[in-house]
């Protein structure tokens, strides 16, 4: 199969013809006299994907309009030397010239394929839409066709082969930026406060309290102060303007009148030079689109929800958490199927370490579990008892924001799809220029889901997707072309669900692969905690337990 040129072609009307050759060179003819008119057509994209010249491809574009007819059904004409295969679309005809040797249809589909790519890239199907994204076409074009033959791709590989865009460019240039926007509001302030201390200057010859801050000292003050972000001493060092010590040895001196209203700025109002909200407002925008900024101060621990870091209020805290990882097929079936669950032990005080936990498990068969190398293996085979093989050693204590001591491990596998807690069906539909697309979730009756976020990848929209029905909420993230679906609580009540949205007609592959989240308070193991028992006699201590199952990765491929 070999494509000797792809070509848009128009009508009627007004346009720029954009050739470019086999070797990569551009020509734009961009007066009226140089548009290339074929009778009532005028050609506005051409692109060679072998070596002719331009004197080759106008006797092949001239040929086109006088073999094709009025009332015929067929979309390829062929002559003695080449076939033309092409598509109307609107007032235009997307046209392909290969030779009579290629397969017609390797030709129809490579057709097919850049008739889905045109709507992606131009704003609007007139010559003048085709015009302005030319060269994005030509691009879209050497995509799918490389040296007259046709790669292997898809329209959303297609978009992406030709964005490339970096993340780490764009976050530079953000940075970059940001340092400008911050370096000039830096200028500005330190124009206004030389100005206004000018301004107390010459007030201050008449005497009192801005004549003894008056003079040199304030010049010098000024001369003085940091204007480095990190600083201490200067500007955001909350010391007011650095002027705290000429203002307590003024306060100091016997003589003058005692500064009643006029005194020293208050601690903590002095104007800062770090990252405010003001210099910071184009990095919030970012983040409100969903784009992920790196910034320079990493909160702290104590500021990130994690479960181990809530509030300890319990002398032994034991947690139980699962980690689920599913892959659905969109066809239907289940791929691949894992759990993987730990039981971590939380201690306040270092006199309630000596203790063993008994547990109970639901006796799931599928379930493997596995005990810490300083844990008991026989104690726990035969008794369901966890405690150290050195009954005299006591668990360590640990903090409000550790993760506590690992007691047990568990890991369960299978290829039973009744073991899944949530499939998802989805159905998109062509119909004319838009694609309908329809979701509905089933969630198995074992667990009561909180917090479910649905993630489905959309192709590049201008527009946010009409969503014309729906059980629960959503939210579109445009930087990333993804419509969140989010369920608060799926229970017996709400058992399936479904969502229905429109979107311009596109590859029904680029809706793929749907991303879940969710969480539940019971577990695939049933693990329970029954008592807590001491080793040195007496009442055993209060505990809490806690039971988490959480989606780590759950797809829908």
């Not at 959303?156 to 940001?178: D, F, G, P």
């Not at 100091?252 to 990252?275: C, D, F, N």
């Not at 109970?360 to 190398?373: D, Y």
Request: a negative charge; glycine letters at 8%.
């Amino acid at each position: 199969m070999v494509v000797l040129a792809a070509s848009i072609v128009s009508k009627n009307g007004k346009g720029v013809w954009c050739n470019v050759g086999a070797g990569g060179f551009f020509v734009l003819c961009v007066a009226l006299l140089d548009i290339f008119w074929v009778g009532s057509l005028a050609v506005l994209v051409s692109r060679q994907f072998v070596d002719m010249s331009r004197i080759r491809i106008e006797g092949l574009l001239a040929a086109f309009p006088k073999l094709i007819g009025s009332g015929k059904q067929h979309t390829y004409v062929e002559t003695e030397n080449v076939r033309y295969v092409y598509q109307p679309i609107e007032a235009m005809y997307l046209l392909l010239v290969t030779n009579k040797q290629s397969n017609i249809l390797e030709d129809l589909d490579t057709l097919r394929l850049l008739s889905k790519l045109v709507p992606e890239y131009t704003m609007s199907l007139d010559e003048e839409g085709i015009c302005q994204t030319a060269f994005e076409l030509i691009f879209a074009f050497d995509e799918v066709i490389s040296l007259g033959h046709k790669e292997n791709v898809t329209v959303a590989q297609v978009k992406q082969y030709c964005e490339m865009e970096s993340h780490e460019e764009k976050l530079h240039k953000l940075v970059l930026q940001n340092k400008i926007d911050e370096t000039k509001r830096r200028m500005k302030e330190e124009a206004s406060k030389i100005d206004q201390m000018k301004i107390e200057k010459n007030r201050g010859n008449k005497g009192g309290f801005m004549s003894s801050m008056g003079s040199g000292r304030i010049e010098s003050s000024f001369n003085d102060m940091s204007i480095s972000s990190g600083g201490g001493g200067g500007f955001g060092s909350g010391s007011g303007f650095g002027l705290t010590s000429d203002v307590d040895s003024f306060s100091s001196k016997p003589k003058g009148r005692q500064p009643s209203s006029a005194t020293a700025p208050p601690k903590g109002l002095g104007m800062k030079l770090g990252k405010t909200q003001r210099a910071n407002q184009f990095l919030e925008s970012l983040k409100a689109e969903g784009e992920m900024i790196v910034e320079d101060v990493q909160p702290s621990k104590s500021t990130q929800y994690t479960p181990a870091a809530q509030k300890l209020t319990d002398p032994v805290t034991l947690t139980a958490e699962e980690k689920l990882n599913v892959t659905l097929k969109r066809d239907g079936g289940m791929s691949h199927f894992d759990v993987q669950g730990h039981l971590s032990l939380q201690i306040l005080n270092q006199e309630d370490g000596l203790i063993q936990v008994q547990i109970e498990t639901g006796g799931n068969p599928g379930v493997i579990f596995k005990t810490h190398p300083n844990v008991n293996k026989e104690l726990f085979a035969n008794e369901n008892i966890l405690g150290l093989r050195d009954p005299s050693r006591p668990f360590p204590a640990c903090q409000t924001g550790d993760a506590g001591v690992g007691l047990l491990k568990w890991r369960m596998q299978s290829v039973d799809e009744s073991m899944v807690p949530l499939t998802i069906n989805c159905w998109p539909s062509e119909s004319g220029n838009e694609t309908y697309v329809s979701i509905e979730y089933e969630a198995s009756s074992m667990f009561d889901l909180r917090n479910v976020v649905i993630a489905v990848p959309l192709p590049a929209l201008r527009e946010a997707p009409n969503v014309r029905q729906i059980d629960g909420e959503w939210k579109y993230d445009a930087r990333n072309s993804i419509l969140e679906w989010s369920i608060l609580l799926i229970d017996n009540s709400n058992r399936s669900g479904s969502m229905e949205f429109v979107v311009p007609s596109g590859d029904s592959s680029a809706f793929f692969p749907i991303t879940v989240q969710f969480s539940a308070t019971s577990t695939y193991s049933e693990l329970k905690v029954a008592n807590i028992l001491p080793l040195k006699g007496g009442a055993p201590p209060k505990f809490s337990q806690r039971t988490q199952l959480i989606t780590e990765n759950y797809q829908v491929v």
